[in-house]
């Protein structure tokens, strides 16, 4: 079971390797997505199991995290409004993965190969 914990993060971040490879931005945003919800899940479940609040907060942060990279159908059409939202996503998206790779290296239980899923 802890193999599968440990390589099932690798299909999100495979698609969005395969997002960024291919400037498909629907892919991008998908991956960061799924491993969102792989990442809420498994804090719930510690919160619930534990009763420590710092799986809560981290649930929580990367719940905004899928709410921010949920994949959506704008276009883009080269205005400034675009490209201001598109920065201001991807800065989110980088603080939030900086903060998930501190995390996973404070955190005895979790893999350290889930810190190079973060980056």
Excluded: W
């Excluded at 719930?44 to 907060?57: E, I, N, Q, V």
């Amino acid at each position: 079971m802890e193999s599968v914990a440990t390589f099932l993060p690798i299909i999100p971040v495979l698609l969005t390797a395969f997002g960024v490879l291919k400037k498909k931005r629907f892919f991008f945003l998908l991956g960061y997505t799924l491993y969102s919800l792989m990442v809420v899940t498994a804090e719930l479940y510690s919160y619930a199991s534990s009763g420590d609040f710092s799986h809560f907060m981290i649930a929580s942060l990367f719940f905004a995290q899928l709410i921010i990279a949920f994949p959506n159908k704008l276009n883009d059409d080269g205005s400034k409004v675009f490209k201001l939202f598109t920065i201001k996503l991807f800065l989110c998206l980088v603080v939030i993965n900086i903060i998930g790779v501190f995390v996973v290296l404070n955190n005895p239980i979790v893999n350290d190969i889930c810190a190079y899923y973060h980056a």
